[in-house]
């Protein structure tokens, strides 16, 4: 056998718990300790799983962050890499082992990952008798080791690497090396393409993201006007929910380059957007607290100065112009009507059958898959990439929170009798 160089201590987050229904990876770590127990090196990126990412709750991955991270497939070789000649670890160990064998297994790669391969620090506590409990947080509680960020595959891998030195050092026969994990260690891998992997990091709490009109480039000026139809369409759909997400802003800055518009000009068809909607709100005769309130969303939505919003509702009333017809543009965001077609994605805060329960009480038809016929999407996730998301951007139909979709199922009125 080729020697040993100490400990990989591994930690995944995925999207559920079953391999058997196409849960998979969406974030990994790998942390190098030494046979004494300490720390040398860490590794961590999130894993763009190619689908919904499940109970966002509780591992907090967003998905405008995974869609940007590596596949597993474009992973794996810098993930052998690190784990070769050394001794596989992890806390409850079965588990990351079922889903690192079920990513490798689709690259058809024979691996190590059996339950016995891997040295487990829930059952080495359990034998070193620390504590009762066996989750990570409760024995690293008994060991008296740092507080962490839980449900991080980075943090719950440190976890676990501290605890494996504490184990080392106070119980060295709860952790003894096995054959089996000797042999996995010294695994025959085969030669996998080490590309540069370009790792991608969780956004850090309190992060603001820029707004998608500082990522328009500046553009010498044009002849002519250019047709901005699509791009009012995609804006219309964005801010349904009084919402862009990071996958629409995206959408817009392509939109807007494909159209050529220098950002000077998106500013001014967003002053003319919001014009638009300060014009339908004096219809009645009466701006509500609401709709001010409304205007103000879609202002900081388009990074326009809030202050201007009271400017154009003044000029508007004083014009007295009367509302464009047939406006599809409404004050208040998405507007539910009984008969629509709506799809549901991702795991909700409130229960799937609650919500398909109220929807139908109103009138509104919950359906499995996304047609043109949809009316929007509601997502757990915009940023969703389950394959209804895709789907649905596919078919042009607007991608919503959850939140704003129940807020337009409320403003629809009573249930029908």
């Known amino acids: ?32 300790v030494d046979p004494h127990g300490r720390i040398t090196d860490e590794w961590v990126t999130l894993v763009n799983p190619d689908r ?21 497939e474009d992973l794996a070789g810098e993930l052998v890499r690190r784990l070769s000649g050394r001794v596989m670890v992890a806390h409850n160990w079965a588990f990351d082992a079922m889903h690192l064998r ?19 620090t829930m059952r080495a506590a359990g034998r070193a008798r620390l504590g009762s409990g066996r989750s990570l947080v409760d024995c690293c509680a008994a060991a008296r080791l740092p507080e962490r960020s839980w449900h991080t595959a980075l943090d719950d891998a440190r976890g676990a690497g501290d605890l494996l ?49 500082a990522r328009l480039v500046e553009r010498m000026p044009r002849d002519g006007e250019p047709a901005v139809d699509a791009y009012f369409a995609m804006l219309d759909d964005a801010l349904l929910d009084r919402q862009i997400s990071a996958t629409e802003g995206e959408a817009l800055v392509e939109v807007a380059h494909d159209l050529g518009l220098h950002k000077n000009e998106v500013v001014a068809l967003h002053l003319s957007y919001l014009r638009d909607l300060a014009r339908e709100a004096w219809a009645d005769q009466v701006v509500t607290d609401e709709e001010r309130k409304d205007l103000l969303t879609v202002a900081t939505l388009l990074a326009l100065d809030s202050g201007i919003v009271e400017t154009i509702l003044d000029e508007e009333r004083d014009a007295g112009q009367a509302p464009v017809p047939d406006h599809d543009r409404k004050v208040g965001g998405l507007i539910l009507r009984p008969g629509d077609k709506v799809v549901l994605t991702g795991d909700m805060c409130r229960g799937r059958a609650e919500i398909v329960a109220e929807a139908a009480a109103a009138g509104i038809r919950v359906t499995t898959s996304v047609s ?19 789907r649905a951007r596919e078919c042009g139909v607007p991608v919503v929170s959850e939140s704003a979709f129940l807020q337009a199922l409320a403003r629809l009125g009573r249930p029908l009798t």
Request: hydrophobic share 40%; net charge positive.
């Open 1 to 32: 056998m080729k020697p040993v160089h100490g400990y990989a201590v591994i930690d995944t987050e995925t999207t559920g718990i079953r391999t058997g229904w196409h849960h998979r990876i969406a974030e990994i770590a790998v942390v190098h």
């Open 372 to 390: 043109k016929q949809t009316r929007v999407l509601a997502a757990a996730d915009p940023d969703s990439m389950s394959g209804k998301a895709k």
């Open 165 to 213: 030195g504490f184990l080392l050092r106070s119980a060295p026969n709860a952790v003894a090396t096995t054959e089996t994990q000797l042999r996995a260690a010294d695994w025959a891998w085969p030669r996998l393409a080490r590309s540069a992997v370009h790792t991608v990091q969780r956004t850090t709490v309190g992060h603001v993201e820029p707004h998608f009109l």
């Open 52 to 72: 919904d990412l499940g109970p966002q709750a509780i591992h907090g991955i967003r998905a405008a962050d995974a869609r940007r991270a590596p596949r597993f």
């Open 102 to 120: 079920a990513e490798f297994g689709r690259l058809g790669i024979d691996t190590p990952f059996e339950t016995d391969s891997g040295l487990c």
